[in-house]
């Protein structure tokens, strides 16, 4: 649609302008602060200039939870968008299974995080739970509190379970916006089902598979409440990802200079990588158009 | 052009992409997605199957499904306050940030579907980053914030905290939706001499209802599932449900069957509402960008 020129649309965003500068600017404003900034109490503050962020690129701590968490969302991503796309082409094509298949998937992810950490936290116990009670009764040694790959294993299946809907949904979506027409072009051509995939739904659902990708690559890039409640962030600090480790630096310890050095370091990680994603997204979408 | 083309086909061909599927895929295609739901139901049977039994049967004996049906684990959630009022607390603060998040949010999609000015773009692209801000990041300087501003444990700190992802994502939803509404109407009802306001709420609101809902939808749902920030930023008087189930651990170790209860009626609400929005899902995901 053409759009016209007009700069008084500049006071219909004004009111979001004002609060999400209170609630992003101002805090990320305080952040900044913080992180060139030492203190010993008493609200009293010394310049710091930018000591943190270099006894942040010193220190192994960091760079472990990065590493554990590129791991993780690579992980995630591996598993998460081939699946999601296998449920996609399998959706019932008409009638009633479609609404129920479209409700029952999208279940998981209205569930409260730390409630689905407190269902994979039940469901992998040994003594109480069904898998962990399965595994134990094939003679599978799992204890994702003490095992560091179970633990692992425990976080990965449980994201999997959560967000593959997501993927699904939005690969579904896709799939439907492809015409009729085409499927039966490849039919008169003989293609074979693969090169139906590959070269008719796969490319129509580039534009949503991206997006599907920034959105589980964000989300589990900020990933807090699910492994925290399942693991803790242990066995010792195994599953300790970034948000974890964040907070307990800045909630726990109330190491604020380093916190805050941490902290704009994370955010900048996730923008630089999100708009990459974003720019490709961008520039799928006026290809499509 | 593409029906033109359905048209000129035999009519023999037409049904044979289904029949193509239904020949080969029936099968597959029912396994497939039933083993895939199966995964996803079996843990929330299993958390259903224990809020319905005893400590006792949970603890010493191993069984698919309740042998002695009990309702005692929710009878104690909705009669003890510390408990109910975790719902309510959730509740209050989650309606507080849809109403805050749509209010604001509806004027500046309006603005950016219809008009080009001067940082839109920009300004379109740095609400997106606020929805990649990880909240952790976010957790200290908010605590210090409401804090100091006097609004430390109340509903509407958690509210307003919340608006740092909601409001993004309202925007783009509602934009994207809005996008679908084209603007010749919006100058037929200046030319037949409507106000900008009258005809935004009286003419353009009803256009977009279905959007409206997806995206008051999806602000209940963000701020219903977060824990971290409603967790830091209250005490006792606002305090929400997922933050008391953190705390079940009494003396004689957890109580599994409440905390099991606590847990199924968290996702209630969210079942309730999502068959009503199943078939704009995927856009809310896409940031109203299916």
Sequence with gaps: MDKTPNQKAWFLVLPVLILVAFSA??????????????????????????EWFRELLEDDRMWDALGRQLMFSGIILAIEVPLGILVALNMPKKGVWVSICLVLMSLPLLIPWNVVGTIWQIFGRVDIGLLGHTLAALGIDYNYTQDPFAAWVTVIVMDVWHWTSLVALLAYAGLQSIPDAYYQAAKIDQASRWKVFRYIELPKMAGVLMIAVLLRFMDSFMIYTEPFVVTGGGPGSTTTFLSID??????????????????????LVILLISWVFYTVMVNLDKRGT | MTDATTDQLPGKLAPSGKNRRARTGVNTRAIVMGLYLIFLLLPIYWLLNMSLKTNFEILNSFTLWPLNLTLENYATILTDPAWYSGYINSLIYVVMNTVISLAVALPAAYAFSRYTFLGDKHLFFWLLTNRMAPPAVFALPFFQLYSSVGLFDTHIAVALAHCLFNVPL???????????????????????????????????MPLIASGIGVAAFFCFMFSWVELLLSRTLTTVDAKPIAAIMTRTQGAAGIDWGVLAAAGVLTIVPGALVIYFVRNYIAKGFALGRV
């Design chain 1, 246 to 267: 964040l907070v307990k630096m800045a909630l726990g310890q109330f190491d604020l200079g380093p916190a805050a050095a941490f902290s704009l370091m994370y955010f």
């Design chain 1, 25 to 50: 600017v101002i805090p990320l404003m305080t952040v900044v602060n913080y992180s060139v900034q030492d203190t010993f109490g008493n609200n009293e503050f010394f310049w710091a200039g930018l």
């Design chain 2, 170 to 204: 309202a925007v783009w939803i509602l934009e994207g939706f809005m996008r679908g509404v084209p603007k010749e109407i919006d100058e037929t009802a200046y030319i037949d001499g409507y106000s900008f306001p009258r005809f935004f709420v009286k003419i353009f």
